[in-house]
């Protein structure tokens, strides 16, 4: 299965991207405190991991929503005080990798502050060209815009994962480095724990593995702009901002059976009216590797924010 998705970006002014700066000084570094916590929810996987020592303590988070080679990621600590939004990150897969820019969205975990939430990380070895190819393939079959979908592997490789030993975060001149060790078993339970979600929903896995190209959104710019003219007033009056996820079903016809949201990041008062835009939303279903259309599911990434 080939499970995509696309960043909705929805909001009153998007924060800018700003060029990335090497890091002159020498990283801080931080060893993994705990053993990985596994949480298998009904509608997240989620591996926990925190490091450092008392007023040093950080944490790291990794959910997956549904199947795919990524993963929201947040982290949390006095480490990152000095880290913002309107900065981009330069985010490094340890030394498996070369270093890429992420979006990152400030958020607080309880007691520890000064987190980063970053709302997709593709966990690919070559993460720029891969990605690149994804949107070259898109505009190929006018699924124009930043917001196309990126059709990538239905789950994360482990064994590129064994090779992933820390995940670095750098604005400016300042890293932080988490000491995860190799990732390659921790990517083996949330692929056991996203198809489990799969079966939990209703899908065949096996099924699913076998859908070639998921369900295209055909009236997208229209529902988007439905979206955000529905931007919550409470929470725009507090500013309030979110990252959040929303997983459609489609059926063979291409018809919306269900639609629900989950949040990445917690709110008091913003809850998306997205799933009631989606009622009017116009879909071609799934297709298989024998070319027949199959019910399956539309997945996307939606993100409020308010400067």
């Known amino acids: 299965m080939r499970v995509f998705a696309s960043a909705l970006a929805l909001g009153i002014v998007m924060a800018g991207f700003s060029s990335p700066v090497q890091a002159a000084k020498e990283p801080v570094v931080l060893k993994a405190r705990t053993p990985w916590n596994v949480d298998f929810g009904e509608t997240k996987c989620r591996l926990a991991r925190t490091f450092g020592e008392g007023e040093d303590m950080h944490v790291l988070l990794v959910d997956q929503h549904y199947p795919s080679s990524g993963a929201s990621v947040t982290v949390a600590g006095s480490s990152f005080k000095r880290f913002t939004n309107r900065k981009e990150t330069l985010v490094a897969l340890g030394d498996a990798s070369q270093p890429f820019e992420a979006p990152a969205m400030k958020a607080e975990l309880g007691r520890i502050s000064h987190g980063l939430v970053f709302s997709n990380i593709y966990f690919l070895k070559d993460q720029p060209a891969v990605l690149i190819e994804a949107r070259e393939a898109a505009d190929a079959a006018n699924e124009t815009g930043d917001d196309a979908p990126v059709r990538i592997s239905a789950q994360l490789d482990a064994e590129f994962g064994a090779d992933i030993e820390y995940l670095s975060f750098t ?6 480095r988490l000491e995860t060790g190799p990732l390659g078993e921790a990517f083996e339970v949330l692929n056991t724990c996203t198809s489990d979600m799969l079966r939990e929903w209703g899908f065949d896995v096996e099924t699913q593995r076998l859908v070639e190209k998921g369900p295209v959104w055909t009236n997208r710019d229209a529902i988007t702009r439905r979206i955000v003219d529905s931007y919550p007033r409470r929470a725009l009056r507090r500013g309030e901002s979110a990252v959040l996820r929303m997983r459609v079903t489609i059926d063979e016809q291409g018809g919306v059976e269900d639609c629900v949201i989950n949040e990445v990041t917690q709110t008091e008062t913003l809850e998306s009216p997205a799933c009631e835009q989606m009622q009017g939303a116009e879909f071609e ?23």
């Open 171 to 176: 604005q400016g001149s300042r890293e932080v």
């Open 285 to 307: 279903p799934a297709v298989n590797v024998v070319g027949q259309p199959v019910r399956s599911f539309f997945t996307t990434s939606i993100t409020y924010r308010v400067n």
